[in-house]
């Protein structure tokens, strides 16, 4: 049965009495929550008056009573009288039939903790705090199930036809499927635009390296619009530099220069470690490429009989090394580590530390672009000392920037 004619002094009196005893306004059993409710169900009478001034003489149409709905709101959980009518024609717009949430922020603020790296328990915890609401794990997985329309159009959304640099590297996820645990790789393609934006491009799992699956990526950038990629910055990934120089044979493939130097450090004593670290150091800060295989070679002189797989692996990724000494300062500071995408990754692992297990592959890929629209409101501004870089770039490239733009 529908309640009383609500007083609104008394209303006022009332809460000014809980507030000043400390209840809150808003969040369960806020003091707000019953005047919300009022409004709504005034209005509900009088989008019902309205449609009976539109039905009544034609089809007779009347009141019928009222029915209860539960609604849960950012103001809480409480119950309203929704008026009805005898034919059934009365069509809500202010709460339509079968809606029970009357307010987008529970849903954005499930979004934006889950981006933040926030279990469900602890979503589940803090909205009950904040909004008197309990949430279910299927109801979770159905609000952030919302976005996956959202990252397919992402996922596939046009690039622009020329980036002038562009990283790849891995993250690697646990994901839990058919009661077995595994490991799963994520590649990350980062780019940097001609107006010295970086962007994330794009994300794919991988089960094989191989020179197919990576042609596969770098279609798929084709087909999304990159016409040209200048430098290609990669960690040794088998069969990729490969794709990439029959996908996109006029890009420059650069081994990046940190990996390589992570990969030699691998094998060291630690007794060895800081003077050999220094002796091949002196190699990627060579100023050319003749300097560079001189170091090398005194390098190898001093550790290579106790170190030879090292120096095996060096001479055998020297022709992709060795593209770094062709290019001027101010491009060689940006390809010679893989750093641009190592940071990103770094904000995506602060949001997915705490997850032991994903259960799908679909809920990586969920976290993952929620903390990469996250890092991309960060990445406003143009890449560092980028003037100097573009001058260069120009100047090394030539037209084909322009042609390519243009």
């Known amino acids: 049965m529908k309640e009383d004619k609500f007083d609104f002094e008394a209303f006022t009196r009332q809460a000014g009495e809980q507030l000043r005893k400390g209840k809150p306004f808003t969040g369960k059993d806020g003091v707000s ?3 919300i409710k009022r409004i709504l169900e005034a209005t509900l009478e009088g989008e019902l008056d309205d449609h009976l001034e539109e039905t009544r003489s034609e089809k ?4 019928n009573g009222h029915s209860t709905k539960n609604l849960k709101s950012s103001v809480g959980s409480f119950e309203i009288f929704s008026p009805r009518d005898r034919n059934s024609t009365f069509e809500p717009q202010t709460i339509p039939k079968r809606q029970r949430t009357i307010s987008e922020d529970i849903d954005k603020q499930i979004l934006a903790l889950y981006s933040r790296g926030m279990s ?3 979503i589940q915890s803090h909205i009950g705090e904040m909004y008197g609401v309990e949430l279910s794990d299927g109801t979770l997985t159905a609000i952030t199930d919302r976005i996956i329309p959202q990252i397919k159009e992402w996922q596939n959304r046009p690039l622009e036809s020329i980036y002038p640099v562009i990283w790849l590297d891995a993250m690697h996820f646990k994901v839990r499927h058919e009661g077995v645990v595994k490991s ?5 393609v980062l780019g940097v635009s001609m107006e010295g934006q ?4 794009g994300i794919y799992f991988g089960d ?3 020179s197919t699956y990576w042609r596969q990526v770098l279609n798929d950038l084709k087909m999304r619009g990159v016409e040209d990629i200048c430098i290609a910055c990669i960690d040794n990934l088998k069969g990729f530099a490969e794709a990439i120089e029959d996908v996109y044979p006029r890009t420059e493939v650069q081994l990046c220069l940190v990996h390589q130097m992570r990969n030699s450090m691998k094998y060291l004593n630690w007794k060895d470690l800081k003077p050999c670290v220094a002796d091949f150091k002196k190699i990627y800060k060579a100023n050319n490429e003749e300097m560079a295989v001189t170091y090398l070679k005194q390098a190898e002189e001093k550790w290579g009989a106790k170190y030879g797989i090292i120096f095996k692996s060096w001479h055998h990724n020297w022709d992709r090394i060795a593209t770094f000494f062709q290019y ?3 491009i060689r500071k940006i390809i010679y580590t893989t750093n641009p995408i190592e940071s990103y990754h770094r904000m995506v692992r602060k949001v997915t530390k705490t997850k032991g297990a994903y259960c799908s592959e679909d809920a990586i890929v969920k976290q993952i672009y929620l903390a990469t629209i996250n890092c991309t409101t960060k990445w406003r501004g143009t890449s560092y000392n980028w003037t100097a870089v573009r001058i260069e770039l120009n100047n090394y490239f030539g037209n084909r920037l322009n042609d390519t733009v243009n």
């Not at 799963?184 to 990350?188: L, T």
């Open 184 to 188: 799963r790789a994520i590649y990350s």
């Open 120 to 122: 469900y328990s602890d």
């Open 208 to 210: 094989n390296e191989s």
């Open 33 to 35: 929550t019953p005047l």
């Open 198 to 201: 970086k962007e994330v491009i």
């Open 328 to 330: 001027p300062p101010t």
């Open 60 to 63: 007779k149409n009347r009141r």
